[in-house]
Each structure stands twice: as structure tokens, then as C-alpha cells.
């Protein structure tokens, strides 16, 4: 199975600030990494497919790079919005798996 | 409007059994993968299994295998998990996840995602 490796766990940032997450993968799984997000008592989100291609509605704050086996998801500039937790998921092959999660939280 | 809704839930005691439902609309049910994802409390997201548009394959993850099983009925656009042999650490909120299939286009492939959840239905093993 591809594991999936986010860092860090947690991150405490302002509004305003830039946020990068990274995700890393067991093996080379191409571009083949989606992010989420998911606020406390919601089903997730989906952010980001294809490592870098932005899901119709998400604010364009919002954006993914990488390919192969390392992953980052940028946020320009952090809105009171975006504290939540982001998770990246592989669909390179099943099982379909996710990193633990990355909770950012208010400064 | 895209809706999935989970139920069968509950309570049930080590070694029981629960069958779990998600009762899809809005879109073409047949067309679309599948997917059990849960999450324990406070913690992350895990998937379960998965199933083809068609019902003819089937995949679950290793914690699972043996006594989870992911089933479709296309005929009522409803997605189920007949779980067996229950442990405490299948503690979780199970989410139902419909999924956009990947596809190639322009010398371009692009994955598959996980396109619209349900809002889960909670599931407790305890004595």
C-alpha cells in the first residue's frame, strides 16, 4: 500500500500569513494526489485533483504543486475561512489512502 | 442536487454485526464508484472499501478484509457495508464518498476524486 505523509501535523498561523503544507508519498504515485478540506462536523472537501488543478468554486488562495512522490498545498493568505484540516488523498492505486491530516488553527 | 445519505448506525457489542446504508440522488448512480471512508473520534480520515459502478469489483482495506463487505443495489441507488465481527477500533463515523472517475485527455490524465460525501452515520463497538 502507498503511504501518505503530511507535515506538519498542526500549524498555528494569523489571517493574512501564507501556509504551506506538505504531503509526501510512499512511492512515486505521478500527479495522482487530491487535497481536502473538512471543517469540525463536516464531511470533507474537495480542494485540489491532480496535484495543482483548483476545484470549480475554491478560492484561488488556494494552490498545489508537486508531482511524483512530494506534494505542497499553499495558502496566499489565510482567511478566518480556512482554519480547518487538510488532508491529501493518492487515487494512484487502491487502497485509496490519505495523509493523517494537517489542523491549522488560529495564531 | 447531489445527495447521500448514510444510516444504520448505532451501538453493537464486540463481535456484532451492523449493516450500513447510503441512499444516493441526484446523479446516475450506476456511473459512479463508491466508497466507505471513516473517521474515529477525533482523529483522521480512513478509507474502508470501495466498489465499481458496476458492482463487479470490490476492494477493502487490510483492517477490514475479511469482514467488511461494500455492496450496491443500482436498481435503488444504494450504496451498503455489511459489517461483521465488529472490534472497538472500527469505532468511527462511516462516510459514504461518491467518486469522479480519473480520465486522460490532451496527453493529460487526471486522478480519480472523491466528488460528493454523505454526512456518515456513527458507529460504536462497546460492552
Known amino acids: 500500500d502507498i503511504q501518505m505523509t503530511q507535515s506538519p501535523s498542526s500549524l498555528s498561523a494569523s489571517v493574512g500569513d501564507r501556509v504551506t503544507i506538505t504531503c509526501r508519498a510512499s512511492?512515486?504515485?505521478?500527479?495522482?494526489l487530491n487535497w481536502y478540506q473538512q471543517k469540525p462536523g463536516k464531511a470533507p472537501m474537495l480542494l485540489i485533483y491532480?496535484?495543482?488543478r483548483l476545484q470549480s468554486g475554491v478560492p484561488s488562495r488556494f494552490s498545489g504543486s508537486g508531482s511524483g512522490t512530494e506534494f505542497t498545498l499553499t495558502i496566499s493568505s489565510l482567511q478566518p475561512e480556512d482554519f480547518a484540516t487538510y488532508y491529501c488523498?493518492?487515487?494512484?492505486?487502491?487502497?485509496?489512502?490519505f495523509g493523517q491530516g494537517t489542523r491549522v488553527e488560529i495564531k | 442536487e447531489v445527495q447521500l445519505l448514510e444510516s444504520g448506525g448505532g451501538l453493537v457489542q464486540p463481535g456484532g454485526s451492523l449493516r450500513l446504508s447510503c441512499a444516493a440522488s441526484?446523479?446516475?448512480?450506476?456511473?459512479?464508484?463508491m466508497n466507505w471512508v471513516r473517521q474515529a473520534p477525533g482523529k483522521g480520515l480512513e478509507w474502508v472499501s470501495g466498489?465499481?459502478?458496476?458492482?463487479?469489483?470490490?476492494y477493502h482495506a487490510d483492517s477490514v478484509k475479511g469482514r467488511f463487505t461494500i455492496s450496491r443495489d443500482n436498481s435503488k441507488n444504494t450504496l451498503y457495508l455489511q459489517m461483521n465481527g465488529l472490534r472497538a477500533e472500527d469505532t468511527a463515523l462511516y462516510l459514504c464518498?461518491?467518486?469522479?472517475?480519473?480520465?486522460?485527455?490532451?496527453?493529460?490524465?487526471?486522478?480519480?476524486?472523491?466528488?460528493?460525501w454523505g454526512q456518515g452515520t456513527l458507529v460504536t463497538v462497546s460492552s
Open positions: 464518498a461518491s467518486e469522479k472517475p480519473g480520465y486522460c485527455s490532451g496527453g493529460s490524465c487526471y486522478p480519480a476524486y472523491f466528488q460528493h
Open positions: 488523498q493518492q487515487s494512484y492505486t487502491t487502497p485509496r489512502t
Open positions: 491532480a496535484a495543482s
Open positions: 466498489i465499481s459502478g458496476s458492482g463487479g469489483n470490490t
Open positions: 512511492q512515486s504515485i505521478s500527479t495522482y
Open positions: 441526484g446523479f446516475t448512480f450506476s456511473s459512479y464508484a
